[in-house]
């Protein structure tokens, strides 16, 4: 039998190259919970992590190539039952019965299926007796922060909800509301934390630090938990499927181990334990819920799939509160479009169409200030750097010879050199070469 590895196979990658990191072959998982593989049709484990023998009391060398109801309960027989109906692209959360060394017990389930490879089953919160559930409770709790989450009127108001009913449902010490622009960089924009720690609201960060392969798994799994980030991470054994010769697809495991560049991320901000949710806005990711604890800490699998059901009403209210900016601009840009047709057809400047009334120019835009620089003439609105600035602006604008539109969220980050221009020109930024 091939020997447990000792470290997970992320491949070689460091903080200064995250990006050729392989974090969905992980080849191991966090230690409050095991992993199974399970050929399909014969039921039988062809792969396990290294604590399920400890876990489930059989020799990791008896326990593969075992058939899955040698682990007692209702465990097969339910997973069998779902496989025959359901595709199980992504993991479905069942509570099953096993037996541990001749005691009936209770665990947390989740399954899905690996192309080529069979069923992966996972099982965490192994507890003796009936099945304690909170459903009275959680159920109370959840149809009132989705009240709220739907009464909410703007992104910011939004995202002040979230914070606050998130931290009041899981009782981490701070929880975020993180958007991603254009460019994948992120900014905090809400923040609910304990009164001692450090605020982060407003932070900015930039795309670099969440690789696109791990923004590509946060579009399919779409909560992640981390319980202690100290943790030693527990092999797959045999660590390649035997199915294909290849290490396994952790893709959409709950368990699957992090990163080691964002433990060491984490482990340098003094964060022990996380959860993390994703905000999806037609088929990107819009941003995310991140919760941070300072000790470690273990959210329950009913409590994880409430969060997974929030992440999805408030995606829904990001997109409704977009769309409708989005048609309410348009309507705004029209009739901004019609005073300038109209002033100039009666031989009236547009320009002064334009900047008469400052508020119709920048609410479509969502906009604090603009500037025209037309025929050497420089016009205003708003808030706006001093004149220099502006036209050292629109010299190195003009200069960059890219096309008639120009849209960037951090001019500073383009061009340090304009870096020390007045914050309202040095952030984002939409121009249009008039020709």
């Given at each position: 039998m091939q020997q447990p590895v000792e470290q997970p196979a992320f491949g070689t990658a460091n903080l200064t190259n995250c990006e050729r990191e392989l974090i969905h072959l992980a080849a191991s998982v966090q230690p409050h919970g095991l992993l199974l593989v399970v050929g399909e049709p014969s039921f039988r484990i062809d792969q396990a992590t290294a604590n399920a023998a400890n876990r489930l009391g059989f020799p990791l060398d008896a326990l593969l190539g075992q058939s899955l109801a040698a682990l007692g309960g209702d465990l097969a027989d339910r997973i069998r039952a779902l496989a025959s109906t359901e595709t199980l692209a992504a993991p479905v959360p069942l509570v099953c019965n096993v037996t541990v060394r001749g005691v009936p017990m209770h665990a947390t389930v989740h399954v899905h299926r690996l192309a080529k490879v069979g069923l992966v089953v996972e099982l965490e919160q192994f507890e003796e007796g009936p099945v304690r559930r909170h459903s009275q409770g959680l159920a109370h709790r959840l149809t009132q922060a989705v009240q709220l989450i739907g009464a909410a009127h703007s992104i910011p108001a939004l995202a002040g909800t979230v914070v606050r009913e998130l931290r009041d449902l899981t009782g981490y010490d701070r929880v975020m509301v993180y958007r991603f622009d254009a460019d994948g960089h992120g900014e905090i924009i809400a923040e609910a934390r304990e009164d001692h720690l450090e605020a982060f609201l407003g932070r900015h960060y930039p795309a670099t630090d969440i690789p696109q392969r791990a923004r590509e798994l946060y579009l399919r799994n779409r909560v992640r938990l981390l319980v202690d980030v100290h943790y030693q991470p527990v092999p797959i054994v045999p660590r390649l499927a035997p199915a294909t010769g290849e290490d396994l697809d952790m893709s959409m495991c709950t368990l699957r181990s992090m990163s080691p560049v964002h433990l060491e991320y984490l482990k340098n901000m003094g964060v022990t334990a996380t959860l993390v949710a994703s905000l999806v806005h037609e088929g990107r990711?819009?941003?995310?819920?991140?919760?941070?604890?300072?000790?470690?800490?273990?959210?329950?699998?009913?409590?994880?799939?409430?969060?997974?059901?929030?992440?999805?009403?408030?995606?829904?209210?990001?997109?409704?509160?977009?769309?409708?900016?989005?048609?309410?601009?348009?309507?705004?840009?029209?009739?901004?479009?019609?005073?300038?047709?109209?002033?100039?057809?009666?031989?009236?400047?547009?320009?002064?169409?334009?900047?008469?009334?400052?508020?119709?120019?920048?609410?479509?835009?969502?906009?604090?200030?603009?500037?025209?620089?037309?025929?050497?003439?420089?016009?205003?609105?708003?808030?706006?750097?001093?004149?220099?600035?502006?036209?050292?602006?629109?010299?190195?604008?003009?200069?960059?010879?890219?096309g008639s539109f120009f849209q960037s969220n951090s001019i500073a980050r383009l061009n340090p050199s304009l870096s020390a221009i007045s914050p309202l020109a040095s952030s984002g930024m939409n121009c249009a070469e008039l020709v």
């Open positions: 990711l819009w941003g995310l819920i991140s919760c941070h604890h300072y000790s470690p800490k273990m959210v329950s699998g009913e409590y994880r799939a409430a969060c997974e059901l929030l992440s999805d009403v408030i995606s829904t209210r990001i997109s409704a509160l977009e769309n409708f900016a989005e048609a309410q601009a348009e309507v705004l840009v029209r009739r901004l479009e019609h005073r300038v047709i109209e002033a100039t057809a009666q031989g009236g400047d547009w320009r002064l169409a334009l900047f008469d009334n400052p508020r119709h120019l920048l609410q479509p835009l969502d906009a604090t200030g603009a500037a025209l620089l037309y025929e050497g003439e420089l016009m205003t609105a708003g808030d706006v750097p001093s004149t220099v600035e502006l036209r050292a602006l629109f010299a190195w604008l003009h200069g960059r010879n890219e």
